[in-house]
T-cell receptor, first 112, second 116 residues
Framework: EAQVTQNPRYLITVTGKKLTVTCSQN?????MSWYRQDPGLGLRQIYY???????DKGDVPEGYKVSRKEKRNFPLILESPSPNQTSLYFC???????????FGNGTRLTVT | KQEVTQIPAALSVPEGENLVLNCSFTDSAIYNLQWFRQDPGKGLTSLLL?????REQTSGRLNASLDKSSGRSTLYIAASQPGDSATYLC???????????????FGQGTILTVHP
């Protein structure tokens, strides 16, 4: 089944403890991206990647890192999480930058 | 900076009604516009994608139109059903050269409730 898989679905952590949220797609998509969704602010793009080793900032990249070492994986790294990064995170992918986006089911992160 | 606005923020209609959701954007330099549906606690599901050169797209009871020059898109849902209840979001891809088309801006969504 074609899908975008995020792990974990739920994560509770403490301030400053490094964490990684994984994202994997099995559709051979070139484009991948990360978003956070917050009440009243909607969905905002964090980072995107047009292809392997090509990444760029979205609207809210501060406090996040990404890497694209292989086509299928696009992990989101929080080096030193803070409470304001408590949010619902989504990964998405598409076949090229102009094709429909496919979303994962989300990761709910709580930083205390 | 691209800004995307969706009106209304919430809509409640009886089953069977035809309805229109609106999406407006401030910068007409876009590659395409995509409509999504989001069910509570779930990810987003793509409904329709309209490229900047197109005027509309249709899928079943859904029809989306795009007027790039005026910065507007509408999603028309015919004969609404309770199963259509969800949050509907639109997103635009920027066209500012280079890899800018990787950037997406979302509206805040319209919460639709269709009651039997």
């Amino acid at each position: 089944e074609a899908q975008v898989t995020q792990n974990p679905r739920y994560l509770i952590t403490v301030t400053g403890k490094k964490l990684t949220v994984t994202c994997s797609q099995n559709m051979n998509h070139e484009y991948m991206s990360w978003y956070r969704q917050d009440p009243g602010l909607g969905l905002r793009q964090i980072y995107y990647s047009m292809n392997v080793e090509v990444t760029d900032k979205g609207d809210v990249p501060e406090g996040y890192k990404v890497s694209r070492k292989e086509k299928r994986n696009f992990p989101l790294i929080l080096e030193s999480p803070s409470p304001n990064q408590t949010s619902l995170y989504f990964c998405a992918s598409s076949l090229g930058g102009l094709a429909p986006l496919h979303f994962g089911n989300g990761t709910r992160l709580t930083v205390t | 900076k691209q800004e995307v606005t969706q009106i209304p923020a919430a809509l409640s209609v009886p089953e069977g009604e035809n309805l229109v959701l609106n999406c407006s954007f401030t910068d007409s330099a876009i590659y395409n516009l995509q409509w999504f549906r989001q069910d509570p606690g779930k990810g987003l599901t793509s409904l329709l994608l309209i490229q900047s050169s197109q005027r509309e797209q249709t899928s079943g009871r859904l029809n989306a139109s795009l007027d790039k020059s005026s910065g507007r898109s509408t999603l028309y849902i015919a004969a609404s059903q309770p199963g259509d209840s969800a949050t509907y979001l639109c997103a635009v891809r920027l066209n500012a050269g280079g890899t800018s088309y990787g950037k997406l801006t979302f509206g805040q969504g319209t919460i639709l409730t269709v009651h039997p």
